[in-house]
């Protein structure tokens, strides 16, 4: 099971703690998943506006990549010989972060650079999840498996392990153009946000919530989104100067951010109800 899966789980927040930020003004566009699909993940967003995610399969239950195209074209895409897919980064130069399950149950990380497939796999780790993508081909993801997972970046030919401090799984979720890395480490059940940058953490945990924060995006300014988690539900945020914005879409179950441009554009899914979402790209002051 990939991060994001682990986001659809316990990505969750109460309604009480979207009071204990000040509340972003924000303009969304709204998408809807194609005939027989619907969205099961809503991941990051490339500068030209390409956004990335995960749909389900309504007849079969499948999990798999999607990519919507900044005219709003949404294309399908399961990994080869995969069970499931998901798609997390877009960099906008036709390279996207993937990560797909196979028939033993084994993750794997992949690009797809303009339709071209390619696995990647930390040396010698039992599963390996890929999640972020930068503008110059570094890559953030995952690697471990029985209960102990460590992040790591791929840049310049280089693998350099991320490990949370005390943190008992590390997943980082995206990186920028200077290798900062955002994301979230775990120890039981609460969550610590994280950004690393030159080898060093800095916690970053929204204000009183029951079982943490996970950060999802990190542009080149360093505007940071992310999610609140606490009980069933999860509300996205803007973290920017030391300073959190909650994401709401009006009349919403709840909203959920998946990643930000450099462009500031935020891309995500709102729940209208507590069965039925649509996606969105939203520009947030």
Not at 68 to 93: E, F
Not at 155 to 184: E, F, H, L, R
Request: net charge neutral.
């Amino acid at each position: 099971m990939g991060p994001r899966h682990f986001l659809a789980i316990i990505l969750l927040v109460s309604v009480s703690s979207a009071l204990h930020a000040e509340q972003a003004s924000c303009t969304f566009d709204t998408f809807t998943a194609p005939s027989k699909y619907t969205i099961n993940a809503v991941q990051g967003i490339g500068d030209d506006g390409t956004v990335v995610g995960q749909l389900q399969d309504i007849a079969t239950q499948a999990l798999v990549g999607f990519v919507r195209s900044p005219s709003g074209v949404i294309t399908v895409y399961s990994a080869p010989k995969s069970t499931m897919t998901g798609l997390y980064g877009d960099n906008s130069t036709g390279t996207n972060a993937g990560s797909y399950q196979d028939s033993s149950t084994k993750m794997h990380g992949f690009t797809l650079t303009n339709g071209t497939f390619a696995p990647v796999n930390y040396p010698k780790a039992a599963n390996t999840w890929l999640f972020g993508v930068n503008h110059v081909g570094a890559l953030a993801g995952s690697y471990g498996g029985g209960g102990s997972v460590k992040g790591f970046l791929y840049s310049n030919g280089q693998y350099t392990s991320i490990a949370y401090p005390d943190g008992q799984v590390t997943y980082p979720m995206a990186v920028n153009d200077k290798n900062a890395v955002v994301g979230s480490s775990a120890s039981g059940w609460v969550n610590n946000g994280f950004l690393w940058e030159n080898g060093k953490f800095t916690t970053i945990n929204f204000p009183k919530s029951r079982f943490g924060t996970i950060l999802t995006g990190i542009n080149n300014s360093g505007l940071i989104v992310g999610n609140r988690i606490s009980a069933d539900k999860s509300w996205g945020f803007i973290y920017e100067n030391e300073a959190f914005k909650s994401i709401v879409y009006p009349g919403s179950f709840y909203t959920v951010a998946g990643g930000i441009n450099n462009n500031d554009v935020i891309s995500g899914q709102i729940f209208l109800n507590s069965s039925e979402s649509i996606g969105y790209t939203a520009t947030c002051k």
